[in-house]
C-alpha cells in the first residue's frame, strides 16, 4: 500500500532527526519564513513587504541618498513591529541544536535578532542587523535599540552625520567576514537545512549548492515549493515552528 502524504513526512521527520543526530557538521540557512509565526512580514507571497512596499523606494542605497527620512521611517516602523515579535518553537530549535551539536553553524538572511533573542549564539548575518546602525560618514556601527527612534529622522552620528540601518540593500555587497564564514561552513557541512526561505536572492540562496557540490544532504522546511526542492534529500513541507522541534 502506498503511503499517504502525512505518513510520508513523519517518515521523512524519522529519517532526518537521525541524520542530524549522526551529523558532526551541520549547516542552516534561515529566511524570513522562520520568523513569520512570530507575526514578522516577510517579503514575498500574498503578505509579502515587497507587495505593498517598492524596494527600490526603501531598500537601496540610491533610495537612502533621495529620502533618508522615509527609508528610516519604513525601517522605524519594522523595528516597532519586530521589538513586539517573540522567538517562536522555531528559532528555539535552532538554539537548541547548536547547543547540543558543536559543529552547528547557523546562517541567515534575517535582520530581526530573533535567533539571537532565541539564545543562539553564534549567528551568521548575511544582510546585516536592524538593530545596528551605521554611520555614512565615519562608517561607525553603534547598537540602537530604540523604539520608535526619538529626535528627526535620520538619526545623526556623533560626527554629524546620518546614520543608516547596518542592513545590506539591494546593490550592495554582503559582508566579506559573515559571507566567508558561510561559504566555509556550507562547504564542510554533512547536512544543509534551508529553513523558510523562498531560495531566490543570491548568493545567500547559492549556499545550499555550494553545500552540495561538497557532499552535503539538504533538507528544506517551507510550507511551499522553493527552486531547491527538486534537488533536495528531504522536503518537509510546513511551518517552521511545528517542524523543527519535532528534529530533535
Ligand atoms: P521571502 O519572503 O522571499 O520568502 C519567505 C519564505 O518563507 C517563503 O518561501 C515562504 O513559503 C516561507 N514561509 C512562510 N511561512 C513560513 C513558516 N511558517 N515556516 C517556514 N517557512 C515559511 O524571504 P527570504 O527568502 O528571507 O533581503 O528573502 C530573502 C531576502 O530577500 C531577504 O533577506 C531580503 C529580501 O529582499 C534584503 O533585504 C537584502
Redesign the pocket.
Known amino acids: 500500500m502506498a503511503l499517504g502524504p502525512i505518513a510520508v513526512v513523519e517518515n521523512s521527520i524519522l529519517e532526518l532527526r537521525r541524520a542530524l543526530e549522526q551529523a558532526s557538521s551541520i549547516a542552516a540557512l534561515t529566511?524570513?519564513?522562520?520568523s513569520?509565526?512570530s507575526g514578522v512580514p516577510?517579503?514575498?507571497?500574498p503578505n509579502?513587504l515587497?507587495r505593498n512596499y517598492s524596494?527600490e523606494q526603501l531598500?537601496t542605497p540610491e533610495a537612502f541618498a533621495r529620502n533618508p527620512r522615509l527609508v528610516w521611517e519604513w525601517y522605524d516602523w519594522r523595528r516597532g513591529l519586530i521589538r513586539k515579535a517573540q522567538p517562536n518553537p522555531?528559532h528555539l530549535a535552532l538554539a537548541e541544536l547548536e547547543r547540543r551539536k558543536p559543529g552547528f553553524t547557523l546562517v541567515t538572511?534575517?535582520v530581526d535578532g530573533l535567533h539571537d533573542r532565541a539564545g543562539s549564539r553564534n549567528v551568521v548575518k548575511l544582510?546585516g542587523d536592524l538593530w545596528l546602525v551605521q554611520c555614512t560618514g565615519c562608517g561607525a556601527v553603534e547598537r540602537n535599540e530604540e523604539v520608535p527612534l526619538q529626535g528627526e529622522l535620520p538619526p545623526r552620528c556623533r560626527c554629524g552625520e546620518a546614520l543608516r540601518p547596518a542592513?545590506?540593500?539591494?546593490g550592495e555587497s554582503l559582508p566579506e567576514p559573515a559571507w566567508e564564514r558561510a561559504l566555509q561552513a556550507s562547504g564542510r557541512s554533512e547536512l544543509f537545512l534551508v529553513?523558510?526561505?523562498?531560495?531566490?536572492?543570491y548568493p545567500?540562496a547559492g549556499l545550499a549548492e555550494v553545500a552540495r557540490r561538497a557532499g552535503a544532504r539538504l533538507a528544506i522546511?517551507?510550507?511551499?515549493p522553493?527552486p531547491l526542492d527538486a534537488g533536495a534529500d528531504w522536503v518537509l513541507r510546513g511551518?517552521?515552528?511545528e517542524l523543527l522541534p519535532r528534529l530533535l
Open positions: 529566511g524570513a519564513g522562520i513569520a509565526e516577510t517579503f514575498r507571497g509579502g515587497w524596494p531598500a522555531g538572511q534575517n544582510h542592513v545590506v540593500w539591494f529553513v523558510g526561505t523562498s531560495s531566490v536572492v545567500a522546511v517551507n510550507p511551499e522553493t511551518p517552521a515552528g
